[in-house]
């Protein structure tokens, strides 16, 4: 018996048929996990080194669930293995495209949840500066050459972004909340990928959802950010907030998905360039140093690596 049919069994999960999904930047494998009757579960299936990390992320599952959080519904965990609620097929990606935009107004009521959500006990840390610093250097290494790195005006402006989101206003942040995280079923939509959700910058997930992979290609940036701010009561001052985190998370992402393709999953590379527009974007309206502006820009080559 494999490792998943195994864990399945442990949890009283009798399935019909397994059909594995699509996976996300994680070494985890998800499968839907048809049962009798008609319904269905997912499973995760982590690599075997990584049972700490399963229990980890299953607590934080636990806890966010208790607290009335939009995520799916943990079903158990053994071992490797962590069963949850399915919630279907339709990310908000597809229901954009199908739907229209409307669609947003429930992504926004799947933030507040987070951001109204008390994080005195969460199981995670909250970001800090020096977190904020680690993610950037991963672009740094991967999408600047090193004359540009060692310019002192480019390493100090990283520094100072990454000193000014630790000294946002902080609410309870997904952290991936982008258009393929976002699920919507039963009317609503459902956020996976939840188990760094943390206490961040009050923006940050709205940077993620509206600058990011699909939703960077959004047509009303503008109206949605000042609807979410009126629903979320952000304080004054968010515009600005908001395009330091746009900064921050871009030039994140840019890393991690260069990193994601050196390692063989070239399919990220699909992303990069919107990724580059709009972190550009958001870094000529924060006066970056110019070095670091030209070398987001990338090579003309579709590759960036």
Sequence with gaps: MGTLEA?????????????????DASRRR????????????????????LEDQAARDHEVQTWGWRRGLPIPRPLGRHGVVVASQDVGDEDLDRAITTKGE???????????????????????PPFDAALFRRELAIF?????????????????????????????PYRLAHRDFHVNNLFLSEGKVWAVDYQDM????????????LRERAGAGLTDETGTLARAA???????????????CAAQRGLKVIGTFLRLAAAGRTDYLRWVAVVRERSLDALEALDA?????????????????
């Design 230 to 244: 009126s629903v979320l009561g952000w304080a004054p001052g968010w515009g600005r907030r908001y395009l330091e």
């Design 198 to 209: 943390r206490g961040g910058p009050d923006t940050y997930d709205l940077a993620s959802l």
């Design 7 to 23: 864990g399945l069994a442990a949890l009283d999960i009798a399935p019909l048929a397994v059909t594995e999904l699509a996976g």
């Design 30 to 49: 998800f499968f839907r996990v048809s049962l009798a009757g008609g319904a269905t579960v997912v499973a995760a299936l982590y690599p075997e080194p």
């Design 289 to 305: 140093p110019e070095a670091l502006r030209r070398g987001v820009g990338g090579p003309p080559d579709e590759q960036g690596l």
């Design 140 to 168: 740094e290494d991967l999408a600047l050459p090193p004359e540009v790195r060692a310019r002192h005006e480019v390493w100090a402006f990283l520094d100072r972004l990454a000193e000014a989101l630790a000294a946002h």
């Design 102 to 124: 409307g669609v947003l107004e429930l992504a926004i009521e799947a933030l507040a949840a987070f951001q109204g959500c008390d994080r005195h006990d969460l199981p995670t």
